[in-house]
């Protein structure tokens, strides 16, 4: 089997490459990225003969196709404004595909590829990181269970840093996005736009992660979920999450930058040079981001010291008993499902355990035999329900 990960010597997609060298399912794979160095530094690190390198740029088209050309899946690890191309590479390799996630519009962009992946009797699961993904599973396993569904609440719980520490937890350019952007909401049947920052409320996280201050935000799971399970009578679907796990004096310092224009997606003119706004921040924020060793999975005798918590709860009912199920996927470093999931997927994809097609995860994949593969990594999930008397 060989896996290719588009982007494997960045900082989440190269945790799926560590995993991918280390399953026994998997003859080989590929680290597809435009930075050579940098997936030196990754192969050297993972120390794996199955690990190969290819340089690749997203915006050639023909040189990805050429790259994914023999591959039984590609993992896309690069940002979510490259997933159409992308996908669009896999349909001319004849190669199943899965991302981490779409920030909703590019999403149902994506799913709108569908009959052409069936009619190429290829298969794409959407959205499969930590969150995207991991709440989208919960969300199946429990609709499994209810007969209907009043309410789905996704709430990822990151342990915060120092408040003057300045690090990104993930993807620049996705978090900056995700800050400016304003976050989706399905609410009374119908999707709204909310403001950014917004819905504050205080939730209670497994020990010692603790209590935190949860806000609204841009994300995949709300596009689908809610038409995924619209037969069980969905009235609200959100997703929240703690600052995207960095401190909030620097998220504030990011909003004001924003404020002024800084975000902007509009050419200006400077000194006579063209330049995007947003380009020049997300470049001089980029060298915040910790070194890529910092993000790898670490040794297996390490015992778990929880970090990070992503929790859907659901309301609703079963035999006509007012139900509420909760599901808590804890992990010992935050960045681990982003990686490990979408890897997870692209061996099941290989495996045909997928029909063809576009999918989300919450209608491709079967959620307890994936959530045992994330306890052999030790990312566990926890149920509790709630019944009214």
């Given at each position: 089997?060989?896996?290719?990960?588009?982007?494997?010597?960045?900082?989440?997609?190269?945790?799926?490459?560590?995993?991918?060298?280390?399953?026994?399912?998997?003859?080989?794979?590929?680290?597809?990225?435009?930075?050579?160095?940098?997936?030196?530094?990754?192969?050297?690190?993972?120390?794996?003969?199955?690990?190969?390198?290819?340089?690749?740029?997203?915006?050639?088209?023909?040189?990805?196709?050429?790259?994914?050309?023999?591959?039984?899946?590609?993992?896309?690890?690069?940002?979510?404004?490259?997933?159409?191309?992308?996908?669009?590479?896999?349909?001319?390799?004849?190669?199943?595909?899965?991302?981490?996630?779409?920030?909703?519009?590019?999403?149902?962009?994506?799913?709108?590829?569908?009959?052409?992946?069936?009619?190429?009797?290829?298969?794409?699961?959407?959205?499969?990181?930590?969150?995207?993904?991991?709440?989208?599973?919960?969300?199946?396993?429990?609709?499994?269970?209810?007969?209907?569904?009043?309410?789905?609440?996704?709430?990822?719980?990151?342990?915060?840093?120092?408040?003057?520490?300045?690090?990104?937890?993930?993807?620049?350019?996705?978090?900056?996005?995700?800050?400016?952007?304003?976050?989706?909401?399905?609410?009374?049947g119908d999707f709204k736009a909310m403001e950014?920052?917004?819905?504050?409320?205080?939730?209670?996280?497994?020990?010692?992660?603790?209590?935190?201050?949860?806000?609204?935000?841009?994300?995949?799971?709300?596009?689908?979920?809610?038409?995924?399970?619209?037969?069980k009578g969905v009235k609200e679907c959100f997703f929240k999450i703690n600052?995207?796990?960095?401190?909030?004096?620097?998220?504030?310092?990011?909003?004001?930058?924003?404020?002024?224009?800084?975000?902007?997606?509009?050419?200006?003119?400077?000194?006579?040079?063209?330049?995007?706004?947003?380009?020049?921040?997300?470049?001089?924020?980029?060298?915040?981001?910790?070194?890529?060793?910092?993000?790898?999975?670490?040794?297996?005798?390490?015992?778990?010291?929880?970090?990070?918590?992503?929790?859907?709860?659901?309301?609703?009912?079963?035999?006509?008993?007012?139900?509420?199920?909760?599901?808590?996927?804890?992990?010992?470093?935050?960045?681990?499902?982003?990686?490990?999931?979408?890897?997870?997927?692209?061996?099941?994809?290989?495996?045909?355990?997928?029909?063809?097609?576009?999918?989300?995860?919450?209608?491709?994949?079967?959620?307890?035999?994936?959530?045992?593969?994330?306890?052999?990594?030790?990312?566990?999930?926890?149920?509790?329900?709630?019944?009214?008397?």
């Amino acid at each position: 089997m060989r896996i290719t990960v588009i982007g494997g010597a960045g900082k989440m997609a190269c945790i799926g490459v560590q995993y991918l060298a280390h399953d026994q399912r998997v003859d080989e794979v590929v680290i597809a990225d435009l930075d050579l160095d940098q997936a030196g530094v990754v192969a050297d690190y993972i120390k794996s003969p199955k690990v190969k390198i290819s340089q690749v740029d997203v915006n050639d088209h023909e040189g990805m196709v050429e790259v994914l050309k023999g591959s039984d899946a590609c993992f896309n690890g690069t940002v979510y404004y490259t997933n159409l191309p992308v996908m669009e590479a896999c349909l001319e390799a004849g190669v199943h595909y899965t991302d981490m996630g779409g920030l909703f519009f590019t999403t149902r962009k994506q799913l709108e590829l569908s009959d052409r992946f069936a009619e190429a009797g290829l298969s794409a699961v959407l959205g499969m990181g930590s969150a995207p993904g991991v709440p989208n599973l919960q969300t199946r396993y429990i609709a499994d269970r209810l007969d209907t569904i009043e309410s789905i609440k996704i709430y990822d719980g990151i342990m915060p840093p120092p408040t003057d520490d300045p690090k990104f937890t993930y993807a620049v350019p996705t978090i900056v996005d995700e800050l400016i952007m304003e976050p989706m909401v399905y609410k009374d049947g119908d999707f709204k736009a909310m403001e950014s920052l917004s819905e504050f409320e205080d939730y209670w996280f497994t020990q010692p992660i603790g209590l935190l201050p949860m806000h609204l935000s841009l994300h995949s799971e709300v596009a689908t979920l809610p038409l995924t399970f619209k037969d069980k009578g969905v009235k609200e679907c959100f997703f929240k999450i703690n600052y995207w796990g960095m401190s909030k004096v620097v998220v504030e310092k990011i909003r004001v930058l924003a404020d002024f224009g800084f975000g902007g997606t509009e050419a200006i003119e400077v000194k006579g040079i063209s330049i995007i706004p947003r380009d020049m921040m997300v470049k001089l924020l980029a060298g915040y981001v910790p070194p890529i060793t910092d993000f790898l999975a670490p040794p297996k005798n390490e015992p778990p010291d929880w970090v990070k918590e992503i929790v859907t709860e659901v309301q609703g009912t079963k035999d006509g008993q007012e139900i509420t199920y909760r599901l808590g996927t804890l992990t010992c470093k935050g960045a681990l499902p982003t990686g490990i999931a979408p890897a997870i997927t692209a061996v099941w994809l290989a495996e045909g355990r997928v029909e063809p097609g576009v999918y989300p995860p919450e209608v491709a994949l079967d959620p307890l035999p994936f959530f045992k593969e994330l306890e052999e990594q030790q990312i566990y999930t926890q149920v509790t329900i709630t019944q009214k008397l």
